[in-house]
Every structure is written in structure tokens, then in C-alpha cells.
């Protein structure tokens, strides 16, 4: 592992102590430890807060994702070339509702949009 690799894990790892602090002290707060709370509380806390991390990180990514994208790609229908947009929609990933960046080209030709691949084999 390089030492970039390295200090980006060990930063992670950080961040991933101080959001459990974050949702200890929320909770500490809530007066969830005025009596010694069931595990499936703590437990429910600390799954939500993944969630919420999760569509962060999903986000985050499929805006890296379209940034990579081509300002302009071929219709898989009839090859013209079209002009590639970014466009923002939500959606229900299994961790609640993500909203999304996504690269869309609209073929004017062939009168429909696409979905344009940021990679060689054609998997999105």
C-alpha cells in the first residue's frame, strides 16, 4: 500500500471515530443515556448514521462519475454525435433517497435520451 493509500485509510478511520463520537454525543444529548438504553437503540443510531454516510458517498461519487464524462457521445442507435449534459434526479437506493448527478445525451435524431458510459465496455 502506497503512503498515499495509507494516510487516506488512516484518515477514514479517523473520521469514522469522530462521526461515532458525533452520534454518541447526539444520543447523549436526546437523554437516550438517562436509563441504559436497549442495544437495538444503539443499534438503530448507528445504522442510521451508515445510511447517512452512505448516500453521501453515493452522491459524491456519481458527481465524480459525470464529471468524468465526455462533453459529447455517439447514440448507440444511430451513431450520431450528441451533446452530453449533466442532470440531477433522485432516486431510492437501499439505503433511502440519493440525488444523483448523472450524465444524460439527448440524440435529436432518433428522438431519445441515453446514458452515456464513462468507460470502454460499455458498463456505466
Given amino acids: 500500500m502506497d503512503a498515499e493509500r495509507q494516510a487516506r485509510t488512516e484518515r477514514k478511520q479517523q473520521l469514522i471515530r469522530e462521526l461515532a463520537e458525533l452520534q454518541v454525543a447526539e444520543m447523549a444529548d436526546a437523554g437516550q443515556f438517562d436509563q441504559a438504553p436497549r442495544f437495538g437503540a444503539i443499534e438503530r443510531a448507528a445504522s442510521e448514521l451508515g445510511k447517512e454516510l452512505s448516500r453521501a458517498a453515493q452522491e459524491r461519487a456519481a458527481r465524480e462519475a459525470a464529471a468524468a464524462c465526455e462533453t459529447q457521445a455517439g447514440c448507440p442507435r444511430c451513431g450520431a454525435l450528441c451533446d452530453v ?15 444523483l448527478t448523472e450524465s444524460v445525451a ?19
Fill in 106 to 124: 439527448d440524440c435529436q435524431r432518433c428522438r431519445r435520451s441515453f446514458f452515456p458510459s464513462t468507460d470502454s465496455d460499455g458498463i456505466g
Fill in 85 to 99: 449534459t449533466a442532470k440531477r434526479r433522485t432516486v431510492r437506493s437501499i439505503d433511502g433517497p440519493v440525488k
